[in-house]
């Protein structure tokens, strides 16, 4: 059978392909491999049927036979060990992509994330500007260690992997910010991403959930 996995019924996105079901959707497009997608509510979300599969109530997660998962980098890692294309085979080059997916996730995205909720949850406050000044030093740091590392390399280990995913994940939330901007390797390394056949299958998929239901509205 199919993976299941979960994503918003009405995600506050507005389909641009944030929300985080994107990343698996986009790896499983990746290696070949259909899907059954599950839409929740919030409201369904917090109640008991699905934090017995997310503790903390969240999407996405993946049902696979009698196997339940949620986080998004922890699912990305299965379906990368499961199927091959998505982490290199040389036991060094593997060990370097899943070292960059830990990086995405826990360096890079943090900040990235805060800043692009921010004005939502904290725009009326006081210390609005400054703890935008802040986020944005911060990424600014981050972005230029991670231009020079990319170089003038097509993908961040090799070839294209999980890591390229939970990566240009991260950085399409800074798209029209002026803060990728600044980089040209880093928008020609997302756009190369957005070109892939396999995201845009990804992206369309995740957009008609969307459209679906503005017109349900």
């Known amino acids: 059978m199919n993976p299941v996995i979960t994503a918003f019924e009405r995600s506050p996105d507005r389909g641009r392909g944030h929300a985080r079901d994107m990343r698996l959707r986009w790896a499983l497009e990746e290696v070949g491999v259909g ?35 949620f986080e998004s980098g922890a699912i990305l890692l299965h379906i990368a060990d499961r199927h091959p294309g998505l ?37 009326d406050r006081p210390w609005y500007e400054e703890r935008k000044k802040v986020l944005e030093t911060r990424i600014e740091k981050l972005l ?4 020079a590392y990319l170089g003038t390399d097509e993908w961040l280990v090799g070839s294209f ?24 390797n880093l928008v020609s390394y997302t756009d190369r991403a957005e070109a892939r056949p396999a995201w845009k299958r990804a992206f369309m998929a995740q957009l008609a959930v969307f459209e679906a239901s503005q017109s349900a509205s």
């Open 144 to 147: 230029a260690d991670l231009s």
């Open 161 to 184: 992997s999980a890591a390229d995913i939970l990566m240009v994940t991260v950085l399409r939330r800074l798209i029209g910010t002026g803060l990728l901007e600044t980089h040209s």
């Open 87 to 123: 982490l290199p085979t040389e036991p060094g080059a593997r060990a370097r992509a899943i070292t960059w997916m830990f990086a995405a996730l826990n360096t890079i995205e943090p900040p990235v994330f805060d800043l692009s909720i921010l004005k939502i949850v904290e725009g």
């Open 35 to 69: 899907y059954e997608t599950r839409l929740l509510s919030f409201e369904a979300m917090k109640q008991p049927a699905h934090k017995r599969i997310h503790p903390f109530g969240q999407i996405p997660t993946y049902e696979e036979d009698s196997l339940s998962l």
